[in-house]
């Protein structure tokens, strides 16, 4: 379903005898999905934070992916909410990453660092599945790039170029977690697509 159609079908608000199948209760801060189910927004959040994080979350009605997310309409005294804005917030940026739009360098600059925090996750966590090969290749590239930022050994060095000797410091590391990311991105789609 494409999302001008879950746009224009979307209901303001979900259904009165329905509660959330995540948390099984009444709607808080309630969201359509592009397959028409209705979630609490920090329900379906929480699905997507428990997954993969350059894989969009499957529905856990229909098991569709999830590639919009559309709140319901909230009411003026609701604005001021802190928790209201920051699941909002979440819910713009998981439509930001999975709605389909081309993403620019700065965008993906940008997301950076969200990927290399949940990336380090799964690395340390015994129960995820990425395979030895490919977490022994991230952690060695990380350990090699750390090894080159704290080195002596500079192709600017710092001591005779100053804060600019940082450049090729800083490049490094963007172009290794910029890698990390595109290979983890790579691996998660390949081992859910086939699938």
Known sequence: MSSA????SASPVPP????C???HDRFRIPCQANCSHWFCGECIIRVWNHGAAV?????????????LLVPANV????NDDPQLQ????????????????????TQRLQDLPFFIRRLFRELMDPQRTLPLVFRARMILMVILSGVYVLSPVDILPESVLGLFGFFDDFLILVIVFLHLAAVYRSLLLYRHGGH
């Open 75 to 78: 009411s003026d005294d609701q």
């Open 86 to 105: 920051r699941v909002l917030g979440e819910i713009q940026h998981y439509n930001h990453i999975f709605g389909g739009a081309p993403r620019s360098l």
């Open 21 to 23: 199948s995540v948390c």
């Open 55 to 67: 894989q969009p979350c499957k529905c856990p009605i229909c098991r569709r992916l999830i590639n």
């Open 16 to 19: 009165e005898d329905d509660v």
């Open 5 to 8: 159609a879950v746009s224009s």
